[in-house]
């Protein structure tokens, strides 16, 4: 299972863009990189999948560089309500379990 | 999407009571279920994959007898947890992922606020 590396938290003013990078370099041939978002008393909360290059979607972006050792997720313009947990998976997305990091607190300021 | 239902919630019990808690996948088959526990401001931690139709696979540390997980069908799993006492309170959380959907990740479960008193 590839392991995930991400900083703990960060800080960021609303209507500003938000790079969370993940560190992921044990990643395997067939591992998909996903992200999640996790308020509190909630269940996680599936953002953005991607296997290489870019992905878009209408809530971020998520950037892989060609050696998949890390990634970028990338929210255009936070609002307060962003504030979260941003956890970075890595897995084939089979019957793999799925281990999580320490995850990034996000901290949206006003 | 797929949706992965929790219940109940939250749910308060006496210490050496059990409870059940389960999760279940609404629009999509799940041969294979995870359950998680998380403590206030730690990461979710893997306890076990819960197999339809054969025993659960649990993480080092995590009592066997004392969560005790059932998959009887392909859209439910259940967690109990025997005899709970307070340093079982936790938020617990199941996940699960739609095979047919293809590469969406895994879909969790809303969480379970047990409270032991």
């Known amino acids: 299972l590839a392991k995930t590396t991400q900083p703990i938290s960060m800080d960021s003013y609303e209507g500003q863009e938000v790079n969370i990078t993940c560190s992921h370099n044990n990643i395997a041939t067939n591992d998909y990189i996903t992200w999640y978002q996790q308020f509190p008393s909630q269940g996680p909360r599936f953002i953005i999948q991607?296997?290489?290059t870019k992905v878009t979607n209408e809530v971020a972006s998520l950037f892989i560089p060609a050696d998949r050792k890390s990634s970028t997720l990338s929210l255009p313009r936070v609002s307060l309500s962003d504030t979260a947990v941003y956890y970075c998976l890595v897995g084939d997305g089979g019957y793999q379990k799925v281990t999580f990091g320490t995850g990034t607190k996000l901290q949206v300021i006003p | 999407g797929a949706v992965v239902s929790q219940h109940p919630s939250w749910v308060i019990c006496k210490s050496g009571t059990s409870v059940k808690i389960e999760c279940r996948s609404l629009d999509f088959q799940a041969t294979t279920m995870f359950w998680y526990r998380q403590f206030p401001k730690q990461s979710l931690m893997l306890m076990a994959t819960?197999?339809?139709?054969?025993?659960?696979?649990?993480e080092q540390g995590v009592e066997k007898d004392k969560f005790l997980i059932n998959h009887a069908s392909l859209t439910l799993s259940t967690l109990t947890v025997t005899s709970a006492h307070p340093e079982d309170s936790s938020f617990y959380i199941c996940s699960a992922r739609d095979r047919q959907t293809a590469n969406y990740g895994y879909t969790f479960g809303s969480g379970t606020r047990l409270t032991v008193v």
């Open positions: 819960s197999n339809e139709g054969s025993k659960a696979t649990y």
């Open positions: 991607g296997y290489k």
